[in-house]
């Protein structure tokens, strides 16, 4: 628990969870596995409760998370009578990276791991050391005194895979997080199809796009600082984009010798969007908050509201910086 908390620990988060009986769960704009893993687990486990639940989200459900919302569907309308809905926000702690429609409503309460906070929230619980919102969630379970079964597991696990690079290999897995995998596995979580549904589903379009960013890999610095682009042009080209950007995040720090690794994406409203990877020396997430941008040491993103062109050259020269920098 981080120092930005406003409970007293998880039996307190649980106690909250208990006092109520409507909740309006949220993930973070763009979600992302650990953002579908940990809301969807929560849902189900709230409405192991006897709790009435809805799962928020204004936009379509990405190819990689549709297997968790089979287990718990989102909706897409919120629903009427606002203040009798308790929000809880999960796997982020910005209000801008709340959901559009529900930035007007008060955020009852945030469950987060991430190292930036707005503190908007009533109650908040941010762990920055947990590898994932979804080892948060897990540790309600018992609190909250529910039986994991095998859909709350498999989200749970599913959220914990993609938030560790897919492979539990981050600086954050520790002996809590492979104990909490053992207790998932052994509750019915299955990591050979769950891999399957994560990482087994990508579009022939968007792996030749992934191909095609290779292709254009650049670097300065010496190779210290490695990135690529992809264009709308790329993109609509080759029909794909969201796993292509997935895929590149991922890889680009297996290259030898690399020390900060970028991803320009071009969204559809012509801003560029950045993905930051560092391979452990240099933080990247102070980097990205220049950029109005966030996240975690390692892994951080940010967003540009200038041309492609121009989001390159700005970034990667404040990436040489950093790499020219003096280390604390
Ligand atoms: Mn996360």
């Not at 953002?35 to 486990?45: D, E, V």
């Not at 559009?100 to 791991?113: A, C």
């Not at 950029?291 to 970034?315: Q, S």
């Amino acid at each position: 628990m981080d120092a930005v908390s406003t409970v007293r620990d998880l039996a307190h988060v649980a106690e909250l969870l208990k006092a109520h009986d409507r909740y309006l769960i949220v993930p973070h704009v763009a979600p992302d596995p650990d953002a579908y893993g940990s809301t969807c687990a929560l849902a189900l486990m709230l409405r192991q409760l006897g709790k009435t639940v809805m799962l928020y989200s204004d936009e379509p459900v990405p190819v990689t998370c549709v297997f968790l919302t089979e287990w718990f569907p989102v909706v897409h309308e919120l629903p009427p009578d606002q203040e009798t809905w308790k929000l809880i926000f999960v796997d982020g702690g910005e209000l801008t990276r709340e959901p559009g429609p529900v930035r007007t409503w008060r955020t009852w309460m945030n469950l987060d791991h991430h190292l930036d906070n707005g503190r908007f929230a009533e109650w908040i619980y941010v762990d920055t050391r947990a590898a994932a919102s979804a080892l948060v969630i897990a540790r309600l379970i018992d609190p909250l005194g529910i039986t994991l079964d095998e859909p709350i597991a498999s989200c749970l696990f599913t959220g914990i895979l993609f938030d560790t690079r897919n492979a539990f290999i981050t600086d954050k897995c520790d002996q809590e997080l492979f104990e909490t995998i053992g207790r998932l596995v052994g509750a019915g979580a299955r990591p050979d199809h769950l891999n399957r549904q994560l990482n087994e589903q990508m579009t022939m379009a968007d792996f030749k796009l992934y191909g095609e960013a290779l292709a254009g890999l650049s670097t300065a610095m010496d190779g210290k600082v490695v990135y690529t682009t992809l264009t709308r042009a790329m993109m609509d080209a080759a029909g794909g984009g969201d796993q292509a950007m997935e895929m590149l995040t991922l890889n680009l720090p297996k290259i030898a010798g690399g020390e900060i690794f970028i991803l320009f994406k071009e969204a559809s409203d012509g801003s560029v969007k950045v993905s930051l990877r560092s391979k452990g020396r240099l933080a990247v997430n102070e980097l990205a908050k220049r950029f109005n941008g966030g996240g975690h040491k390692f892994a951080a993103g940010a967003r540009f509201t200038v041309p492609m062109a121009e989001a390159v050259k700005t970034l990667v020269a404040a990436c040489e910086e950093v790499v020219a920098a003096p280390q604390p």
